[in-house]
């Protein structure tokens, strides 16, 4: 299955987890992001949801599901879903064992690791387990999030022997919207992932540019932000727990912005 171009977040639902998956892949929504890191997020619940709808024939293979490994530094000690103790490669096992057993699936789309390593050598150990997995066909694609240095990013896709296919990062003024990253990105075919699209971008939503094109295309300031950002090959992450946002998210192919005014929405990533 192919990356759609949006993709539902679980993060933070807790118990209304499976209730919330159900709902958004019923409404259209085929990509779902997750992760093994029980503080945020529960992904036993997204493996409910998918067992529930594959009762009713969904097909996995019409689903791409993501997940990702979480170091240590990103768990709740009290928490950890693999033994803290092991080896990083033997963490990235258990950890990936543990998503296959709350996924209820032998494979994922995409594995994704949660933030890079503050140690090279320990960064690009967890990465070759990582190629273990995609070796043996469990993780059909790997990827990166929380990485904002365009140094250590270059330095992970050359030393990778299975290359990066997705960079997931926050996508904010303060890191200057990952300009640098995307383009290097955008020239190697990496897919760039936003998340806290809207929570970080009050202003973009605000301005008289996204506003002015709302109006014109009849869609909220979130539908203009979200079909520009698909526009420009950004797939970003929607966690809404409403059914209106959900419909509205997955709407935003129904309308295209002109190609002259996407310039002036890109004025607004400073
Ligand atoms: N890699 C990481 O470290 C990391 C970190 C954070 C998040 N993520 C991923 O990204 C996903 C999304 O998280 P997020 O931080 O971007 O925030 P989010 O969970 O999508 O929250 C967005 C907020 O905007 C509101 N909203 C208003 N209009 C909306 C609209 N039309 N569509 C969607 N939301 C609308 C939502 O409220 P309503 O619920 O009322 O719609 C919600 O309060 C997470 O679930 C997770 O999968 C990854």
């Excluded at 993060?11 to 945020?40: M, N």
């Excluded at 420009?232 to 129904?254: K, R």
Aim: charged share 20%.
């Amino acid at each position: 299955m192919q990356m759609p171009r949006i993709m539902y977040g679980t993060a933070w639902k807790k118990d209304q987890t499976a209730r919330l998956v159900e709902k958004a892949v019923r409404y259209g929504f085929s990509g779902i992001d997750t992760a093994c890191q029980p503080k945020h997020y529960h992904e036993a619940g997204v493996g409910e949801a998918l067992t529930a709808l594959q009762a009713q024939g969904l097909r996995r293979e019409h689903i791409f599901l993501q997940t990702k490994f979480t170091p240590l530094a990103g768990q709740d000690p009290e928490r950890v879903p693999y033994n803290p103790d092991a080896p990083l490669a033997e963490q990235v096992a258990q950890s990936f064992a543990t998503s296959q057993k709350n996924l209820g699936t032998e494979y994922v789309d995409s594995l994704v690791l949660h933030s890079p390593l503050s140690r090279w050598d320990q960064f690009l150990s967890v990465w070759r387990a990582m190629e273990a997995l995609h070796g043996r066909g469990a993780a059909k694609q790997l990827g990166i999030s929380n990485c904002y240095d365009p140094v250590l990013f270059q330095r992970l896709h050359q030393e990778a022997r299975v290359k990066p296919s997705v960079l997931q990062n926050r996508f904010y003024a303060d890191t200057g919207y990952d300009k640098e990253l995307r383009a290097f990105c955008r020239e190697r075919g990496i897919v760039y992932q936003s998340f806290w699209t809207l929570t970080a971008n009050p202003q973009i939503l605000r301005s008289r540019v996204v506003q002015q094109l709302a109006r014109a295309y009849r869609k909220t300031e979130a539908q203009v932000f979200f079909r520009y950002l698909t526009q420009i090959g950004i797939v970003p992450l929607t966690g809404t727990t409403s059914d209106q946002h959900m419909q509205e998210d997955l709407a935003i192919f129904d309308f295209e912005i002109a190609a002259d005014a996407l310039p002036h929405i890109e004025a607004l990533l400073v």
